[in-house]
């Protein structure tokens, strides 16, 4: 059963500054998803990552996957307030079923 | 183009009782998840979808149960509710099982058992 842990939970960090969540997975994984949820909203879906080395960018992140070292990351560049959410990233093989990490929550200091 | 939509969005109800949450996924998709998100156990997959047809179940008892419409909106059922089945209830879509695409979700349902 393919298990997804991500670390680090908790991260605070100042304006400005660049951090990776990293995200490892179980077993073998044919696709690997990051979402963002706001406090009491739903997911919203960043990236869909397919195969090994795949890169994707959008604005002040990046998300990559490894699926050699059954890893994704999640990069964030120069920091800026409105990235503060909890992030999550998710796992699946073969069929519809997402298996989430527990997700990270992110602060931006100002 | 609308995206994922749920309804009602809050519930309150009382242990023993039911509730059938309601989902409408984005037009022409046919795939529809369930998630249960709790605060300690986060975001667990309940059961997909697709033409009408269960094709996944995660490890819920079965007073958890859905079904879909030919239209693709799905319905979860809930009964006999205990304290612990207060949580988000968060429905996905996708256009297909099976697809490289992702799952787009609803705004949820928060639902509070008393």
């Known amino acids: 059963e393919l298990k997804v842990e991500q670390n680090p939970l908790f991260l605070s960090m100042q304006e400005g500054k660049n951090y990776t969540i990293y995200c490892n997975y179980s077993t073998t994984s044919d696709r690997l998803y990051w979402y963002r949820q706001d406090p009491g909203k739903s997911l919203e879906s960043l990236f869909v990552?397919?195969?090994?080395?795949a890169v994707k960018q959008e604005g002040r992140l990046m998300a990559s996957l490894d699926t050699k070292a059954r890893l994704s990351t999640l990069h964030i560049t120069a920091a800026v307030h409105d990235l503060s959410a909890t992030y999550f990233c998710?796992?699946?093989?073969?069929?519809?079923?997402?298996?989430f990490g527990t997700g990270t929550r992110l602060t931006i200091i100002p | 183009k609308a995206g994922v939509t749920q309804t009602p969005r809050y519930l309150i109800k009382t242990r023993g009782q039911q509730v059938t949450l309601s989902c409408s996924p984005i037009?022409?998709?046919?795939?529809v998840s369930w998630y249960q998100q709790t605060p300690g156990q986060g975001l667990q997959f309940l059961f997909e979808?697709?033409?009408?047809?269960?094709?996944n179940k995660g490890n819920f008892p079965g007073r958890f149960s859905g079904r879909q419409f030919s239209n693709s909106r799905s319905e979860m059922n809930v009964s006999t509710l205990e304290l612990g089945d207060s949580a988000l209830y968060l429905c996905?879509?996708?256009?297909?099982?099976?697809?490289?695409?992702?799952?787009?979700f609803g705004p949820g349902t928060r639902l509070l058992v008393l």
């Open positions: 037009s022409g998709h046919r795939s």
């Open positions: 998710a796992g699946a093989f073969g069929n519809e079923k997402l298996t």
């Open positions: 990552l397919l195969s090994n080395g």
């Open positions: 979808y697709f033409s009408e047809t269960q094709r």
């Open positions: 996905a879509s996708r256009r297909l099982a099976g697809g490289r695409e992702a799952q787009y």
